[in-house]
């Protein structure tokens, strides 16, 4: 025989009410943050691969991250290494059209820009560091200035600031690449052809008007050599290209990982919103029904069911 009494009948109807208060809260959460759970206490047997998910998204990032400021830094690097290159094959042009016409009445100033160009490319920055000093991003490359202070120096090599360590990047956990470049790598040879310009002039005189034989025989001998520089300047472009392809690549297959990983996650966290609605909903007339129920309890008593 089921005993009825009212202080029974409250506890019944609290607990109902508070159980279906709980279950709305919890589907409210859910449905305002579109997660399962704020914690992972609330992903129950999920939590060792949702933790271990989200170490390898933390992994990604960083690699994915690093990838973006070695690309950018590449892309710095191959336009400044285009320049070196194209101020060369400026400075031959200058010096084969002098050669052609016989007079050298401007080839001066175009020699004078090309290495003006070569400087700049030297000194190329990226993210405020200069990007052919090594280990030393912060000091100022080469200290050349003009063509005039190539053969003020007591040697080529003395006119570079730079130190010897090459940037190595990595890639993935096993993948490691040199992706750095140096000032006096790239620059040496091209100082040394300008400087063969600026020694001749300082032993013979400027080069104004019509060339002299002498003069034509000497610029004629410089073309090799200008082409020279050409070809390996070309080359270590190609070098830096060859990085921007992997590194880029890298980029690309390291946000299919995230993407991935992000999937895979949010199968676990990510709540079915609409499933999510409708149990809030369902909630909802719970509680309201338990409430209605708790207000007539509260205006009855088991008198009135003896009577």
């Not at 690699?63 to 191959?78: A, E, I, K, M």
């Not at 004629?220 to 590194?247: H, I």
């Amino acid at each position: 025989m089921t005993r009825v009494s009212t202080s029974g009948n409250f506890g019944v109807m609290t607990s109902n009410l508070m159980r279906a208060q709980v279950l709305q809260n919890t589907a409210g959460e859910q449905v305002s943050s579109q997660k399962n759970a704020t914690d992972l206490k609330g992903y129950a047997k999920n939590a060792e691969v949702l933790t271990a998910m989200r170490a390898s998204q933390a992994k990604v990032a960083g690699f994915l991250d690093q990838t973006t400021l070695v690309s950018n830094r590449l892309d710095v690097q191959d336009v400044a290494i285009g320049q070196v290159s194209d101020a060369v094959q400026t400075a031959r042009e200058a010096i084969a059209n002098a050669v052609a016409a016989g007079s050298a009445e401007t080839m001066m100033q175009a020699l004078g820009g090309a290495f003006g160009d070569v400087l700049q490319g030297l000194n190329a920055k990226s993210n405020g560091r200069y990007v052919f000093a090594g280990a030393k991003s912060d000091t100022l490359p080469t200290t050349a200035t003009s063509m005039a202070s190539l053969t003020a120096a007591a040697t080529t090599a003395s006119l570079f600031q730079n130190d010897q360590y090459v940037t190595s990047n990595r890639i993935d956990d096993t993948t490691s690449v040199d992706t750095g470049m140096l000032a006096d790598k790239l620059g040496t040879g091209a100082y040394n052809a300008f400087k063969q310009v600026q020694a001749y002039v300082d032993a013979n005189g400027p080069f104004t008007g019509k060339l002299t034989q002498a003069q034509t025989t000497f610029l004629t001998g410089l073309l090799p050599t200008f082409d020279a520089v050409k070809t390996g300047l070309v080359t270590e472009q190609a070098k830096n290209g060859l990085n921007q392809k992997r590194f880029d690549t890298a980029q690309t297959d390291l946000k299919d990982q995230a993407d991935t990983l992000s999937t895979m996650v949010g199968g676990i966290t990510d709540v079915d919103m609409a499933e999510a609605i409708t149990r809030l909903e369902s909630a909802k007339l719970a509680v309201q029904a338990s409430a209605q129920v708790f207000a007539s309890l509260q205006n009855s008593s088991l008198l009135n069911v003896l009577k």
